[in-house]
């Protein structure tokens, strides 16, 4: 059985050489002071530790009373009546800001992240915890849980709902992998696009337009070139009719964990 190659896409491959063409505009800092919790949303003046606290997690669902706009954003205000689709619009709307990246997004309200926010961010412990826990947050409207920070594992946590009849979802996967790699979280990436090789392997997760995303977006973005290349074996294998099993996917990171490569992993 042959398995199609694409060539990268052009967002891809400017993430993938560091935005070598982006500007640093020292005067505007939202992404900064948003991630240092200093920033507030409005129009209920939360800071980004409410809005994470804002989350209660129920089960597969959650309940908000209201979602918010994104700092600076048109003010914007939801009912929720404590189902998924009020959850999607809360998470949704900040997404921009939850995972800055030096690149327009969908939302053009969100400001792109810029050089000097990238370095400043990267050296505040605090605003990276709270970027994994956005992250974790979206691993669970995707029907998944963080296992480990430490390797990035992710296991299933509930339906997949979200994921599967969403497509919208799928470029703002994209996003959040390329913003991981920008904080210096990617460890995290290879994990996510195993796990989902691994449901794959399982008839899980099988739509077209889901595969197409992670066949030309999702797995191109690992800057890291050996990792890069060698998920595109794993993917190669698996869309060939191959296995990927929960065994070989743990025993891939704890290789990573222990050498620091995938490439002694018979995978």
Known sequence: MSVQNYPVPRDVQNFLNGYPNG??????????????????CRPDNLLIDDLHRKSVCLGSTRLFCRAYCIPDGKEIMIRSSGNMDSYNGLLLLH?????????PGMNGQSQVLQPHELTALKEKPEAIERLV????????????????????????AHRYRNLVRSGHNYLRISRILKCLSEFGLERMNAPFLLHVLTEQ????????ALIDSMDRWWLNCVRNNEEREWLAGVRQRVRQGEPFTREMYTDALEQRLKTGSFKETNA
């Open 23 to 40: 500007e640093d505009d020292e005067t505007i800092d939202d992404n900064l002071k948003f991630y240092s919790n200093q920033l507030r």
């Open 95 to 103: 997404l921009g800001t939850r995972f800055p990246i030096r690149e």
């Open 133 to 156: 826990t956005s992250y974790k947050l979206m691993l669970d409207f995707y029907g998944m849980r963080l296992v480990s920070e430490e390797t990035g594992a992710i296991d299933r």
């Open 201 to 208: 392997s399982r008839e899980q997760l099988n739509n077209r």
